[in-house]
């Protein structure tokens, strides 16, 4: 399960509305231990095209510092999937970092349709689907 504060939830949403009809996407910060997510961090998405995202590695890394020295934990990745399902594309699951989460907001002209996140353990097992629990 997933666990994420009503604020951030209400963060991720916004963000991936906003960026409609391309695609958003950013970080999810937290507790790794307790898979809660406390905040999100919107990145630039480097691919103009509304079906694909990619995070500039230097902007990564600086939210990664950034959350260190917050004492925060990167726990995973969002990005919105405008006018498509939350569903994992072959590509996602392709560049899926192993226990990191990923999760996905289905978005559309008029706002969020759904929000799924997933998860690999390894990269021998499969991905699983978590639950999301706002809190």
């Known amino acids: 399960m997933l666990q994420i504060n009503k604020e951030a939830f209400f963060k991720l949403t916004s963000i991936s509305e906003a960026q409609y009809p391309n695609e958003a996407c950013g970080v999810l910060l937290g507790n790794s231990d307790l898979n ?18 990619r995070i500039d590695s230097l902007d990564y890394l600086m939210i990664e510092k950034w959350a260190q020295h917050h004492h925060l934990d990167v726990i995973g990745f969002f990005h919105s999937h405008p006018d498509a399902a939350a569903i994992l594309s072959e590509e996602d699951k ?30 021998w097992e499969g991905i699983e689907e978590l639950e999301i629990n706002v809190k």
């Open 36 to 53: 809660q997510v406390n905040d999100v961090c919107n990145l630039p998405n480097l691919v103009t095209e509304t079906d694909s995202f």
């Open 94 to 123: 392709t560049y899926m970092i192993p226990k990191l989460n990923y999760c996905i907001t289905s978005v559309a002209s008029d706002g969020t349709k759904q929000v799924k996140t997933y998860f690999r353990q390894n990269i």
